[in-house]
Nanobody, 124 residues
Framework: QVLLVESGGGLVQAGGSLRLSCAASGRTFTGYPMGWFRQAPGKQRELVAAISSGGNTNYADSVKGRFTISRDNAKNTVYLQMNSLKPEDTAVYYC??????????????????WGQGTQVTVSS
């Protein structure tokens, strides 16, 4: 059974930082892109950042310069460092693994495996 388990969410004041982690089990995702998506109440799920196995990245314009995605293939884990957080970053954050090798897609339908989500709340 493939599982993606997120951790690190919580409540933080605007301007603060959080680091999300996503640990995968059941299979290795070396060679496959992984990503972070988020969904705020009443809004569609959107890409935050994605990373290929080799380290190529893709970011939403709204988080460029503030968020950094990284991965440790040996640990089958992907991270999202979030700095300078804003109230509009409040959402449930989901980790996902792509169904195919290659460039990290911005399209959520390219991702086959999903975590259960972790809540990030940024207060003003």
């Amino acid at each position: 059974q493939v599982l993606l388990v997120e951790s690190g969410g919580g409540l933080v004041q605007a301007g603060g930082s959080l680091r999300l982690s996503c640990a995968a089990s059941g299979r290795t995702f070396t060679g496959y892109p992984m990503g972070w998506f988020r969904q705020a109440p009443g809004k569609q799920r959107e890409l935050v950042a994605a990373i290929s196995s080799g380290g190529n990245t893709n970011y939403a314009d709204s988080v460029k310069g503030r968020f950094t995605i990284s991965r440790d293939n040996a640990k089958n884990t992907v991270y999202l460092q979030m700095n300078s957080l804003k109230p509009e970053d409040t959402a449930v954050y989901y980790c996902a693994a792509d169904r195919e090798r290659g460039w990290p897609s911005r399209n959520e339908y390219a991702y086959e495996y999903w975590g259960q989500g972790t809540q990030v709340t940024v207060s003003s």
